[in-house]
């Protein structure tokens, strides 16, 4: 359990791949990039329910890496994020539910302008992607790999600053 900080340095737990469950106070505001990169073994993030990872509403960013390789991870829940970086949530494959009740989907906070590259690389069980009006900029193969998806929303069409190629997305 982590006490009355408000930042979890980059790469605080990285590697620790015995790590099972981890709290997060509510008065943290940033995880660092790395901060929970490849915890293979981590099954709960507030929360009691094996795979269940609750982001505190709190956090406004999720950097780099952070959960890349949390290969236990079924659900993600969050705030009012306002960016995700590049593989944040890579090779995190038996994800099934991303900020959403509906099984199988992805659905970006409102709040978020940015999503990295390869961010959900690897999430092969997602089947809908919803990303909201509020996000400017997508990276390189940002959903690559999700090779089950058969519904996608994207608010804008044609070209949209940070994604000159749609196809490069997926």
């Not at 990039?33 to 795979?51: H, I, V």
């Not at 269940?52 to 290969?71: L, M």
């Amino acid at each position: 359990e982590i006490t009355n900080d408000t930042t979890i340095p980059s790469s605080a737990f990285s590697g620790w791949t015995n790590l099972e469950t981890i709290t997060i106070p509510k008065t943290v505001e940033s995880i660092g990039s790395n901060a929970f990169y490849n915890c293979s073994g981590l099954k709960r993030l507030n929360s009691e329910t094996d795979g269940e990872f609750n982001i505190p509403k709190s956090v406004t960013t999720i950097a780099d890496y952070t959960f890349y390789g949390c290969s236990q991870a079924i659900e993600f829940t969050m705030g009012e994020i306002e960016s995700i970086g590049s593989y944040a949530f890579y090779n995190c494959s038996l994800v099934e539910y991303f900020n959403t009740d509906t099984q199988y989907k992805i659905e970006i906070p409102n709040t978020v302008t940015s999503i990295g590259s390869y961010t959900f690389n690897g999430m092969v069980l997602i089947t809908e992607v919803y990303v909201p009006d509020s996000v400017e900029s997508i990276g390189v193969g940002a959903f690559k790999g999700c090779n089950a998806i058969e519904k996608i929303t994207l608010p804008f069409v044609g070209s949209k600053d940070g994604v000159v190629d749609y196809t490069s997305v997926f």
